[in-house]
């Protein structure tokens, strides 16, 4: 049956006949498994490793901060470790995995709720698919807060070509360290370069709490892998661990 009208008056009569679905035994069931299979977070105490990053990052702010991620294992790290407490707080291309999503979001996240701290988790490979957006967030002075895991490399692309190709790396990697920092300074945004911190974590909370848009960069190893995955042209019944 096909509706026809204003969208706004539409949905306002059919919002109030919609019905909660009841979701408790599905949740009783995955807190089970959670319980009976406990998820490893290796480095969770280190914000110069993946988990740890993102943990770090999570104690910086509150619950009303906006989480936005690029696509690639930063994105399922962050999927695993960050502590996702309410609805919306976390965009995302999960179906479509479009490389480039993470920073124009975060742009519209910050746009649309200037109140709210807006923290984007991003990749190298990703990042300079829209890197052209940093000026958007310097001129409206956004509180976007861009953390880049740097591995050099398209490194959930390297992962799969490590463990399932014989190791045959085929343009996955980026050679040439592009000088991100520098960049984001061009485009005026500040910048924090965990790794040469004296205190990494003392200086993720200055950077954070900073008002404005700031380029917080971490470099990652690129034989890093995130688990569990599925090989190709496997189920999902087949995914491998560590």
């Known amino acids: 049956m096909a509706i026809r009208g204003d969208v706004r008056d539409v949905l306002s009569q059919l919002t109030p006949q919609t019905k909660n679905a009841q979701r408790s035994e599905w949740l009783q069931t995955v807190s089970d498994l959670q319980r009976e299979f406990p998820f490893a977070t290796p480095g969770a ?8 990053l ?7 702010v509150d619950d009303e901060a906006i989480v936005t991620t690029d696509v690639g294992q930063h994105q399922m790290w962050v999927a695993q470790a960050y502590p996702l407490n309410r ?5 995302t291309s999960g179906g479509l995995g479009t490389m ?3 920073l124009p979001a975060a742009v519209g996240a910050a ?10 988790f991003s990749g190298d490979g990703s990042l300079m698919m829209n890197i052209q957006e940093m000026a958007t967030a310097a001129e409206n002075n956004l509180d976007v ?3 880049l895991m740097n591995n050099q490399a398209l490194g959930l692309v390297h992962q799969q070509q490590t463990l399932f190709y014989q190791q045959n790396i085929f343009a996955a990697t980026y050679p040439g360290m592009t000088d991100f920092l520098t960049i984001a300074r061009g485009f005026g945004l500040a910048t924090c370069d965990l790794n040469q911190a004296e205190d990494p974590q003392a200086a993720l909370q200055e950077a954070i709490s900073r008002p404005g848009p700031c380029l917080i960069h971490v470099r990652i190893d690129a034989d890093e892998k995130v688990y569990p995955m599925v090989p190709p042209g496997a189920a999902n019944t087949q995914m491998i661990g560590e």
């Open 45 to 52: 105490d280190n914000p110069l490793m993946p988990y740890g």
């Open 54 to 60: 993102i943990k770090a990052a999570a104690a910086c």
């Open 87 to 91: 609805p919306r707080q976390w965009l």
């Open 100 to 102: 480039g999503f993470g």
């Open 111 to 120: 746009l649309a709720e200037p109140g709210r701290k807006v923290l984007c």
């Open 145 to 147: 807060k861009i953390i």
